[in-house]
């Protein structure tokens, strides 16, 4: 079975701060894929980056990036630089390649941007 | 390419009535999915298509849930005598072979039974 947790049911960053929003997954299947989405009031879930199980680097995508931890199973994202458009929920996901591509989803991180 | 769309965006029903979902997906997307979402936690799988063939479907779906893809382009998702415990958001997603799979979600239907 495959299972993604997150712990962090709340957290505050001040404006210009990094913030991490941890991840951990559990998974049996040998190649897999890790998302984070980001969720706001309007309630759209909008794709912020990816990382494939065999990826040698940690993924990047502007102010975000991917601390993919393999033998820790983990998958923290990191936002730099936040802004207050940046509050929202975010959700970490699962896709493991034998699952015909449906997501498993955490049960997010409500994150808020203090000016 | 205007993205997935959902419709309607808002559904308030009566316990016992039908309702039904339409998701038109972004076009040339071979991959349909539905998700279910209650307030306060992460979206739960419901179903996929690829093309019109619906290829899994999770338990979660009871037997009023019924999802079709009939031409393989847009999909619809019946509730047939909701109940209260259906009040939710129901997101659809599509995606193809050329993005890997990467899944684009539409605004969603929030659907409230009374």
């Known amino acids: 079975a495959q299972k993604i947790t997150q712990t962090q049911p709340g957290m505050f960053v001040q404006e210009k701060e990094a913030v991490t929003l941890d991840c951990t997954y559990d998974?049996?299947?040998?190649?897999?894929?890790l998302f984070w989405y980001k969720q706001p009031s309007s309630g759209e879930m909008i794709f912020l980056i990816y990382?494939?199980?065999?990826?040698?680097q940690n993924a990047t995508e502007g102010r975000y990036s991917l601390n993919f931890q393999k033998a820790r199973k983990s998958a923290n994202l990191v936002i730099s630089a936040s802004q207050l458009g940046d509050s929202a929920m975010y959700f970490c996901?699962?896709?493991?390649?034998?699952?015909?591509?449906?997501?498993?989803f955490g049960q997010g991180t409500e994150l808020s941007v203090k000016p | 390419d205007t993205g997935v769309s959902q419709d309607p965006r808002h559904k308030i029903t009566k316990r016992g009535q039908n309702v039904t979902f339409r998701c038109d997906p972004i076009s040339e997307h071979n991959r349909l999915y539905w998700y279910r979402q209650t307030l306060g936690q992460g979206p739960e799988f419901l179903t996929y298509?690829?093309?019109?063939?619906?290829?899994?479907k999770s338990r979660l779906l009871s037997d009023r849930f019924s999802a079709e893809r009939p031409k393989g382009s847009f999909s619809t998702l019946e509730i047939q005598r909701t109940e209260q415990g259906d009040s939710a958001m129901y997101l659809c997603a599509s995606s193809s072979p050329q993005d890997s799979y990467e899944q684009y979600f539409g605004p969603g239907t929030r659907l409230t039974v009374t």
């Open positions: 996901a699962m896709r493991g390649d034998n699952q015909g591509g449906k997501l498993i």
């Open positions: 998974t049996s299947d040998p190649s897999y894929g």
């Open positions: 990382q494939g199980s065999y990826d040698q």
């Open positions: 298509f690829q093309n019109e063939a619906q290829l899994e």
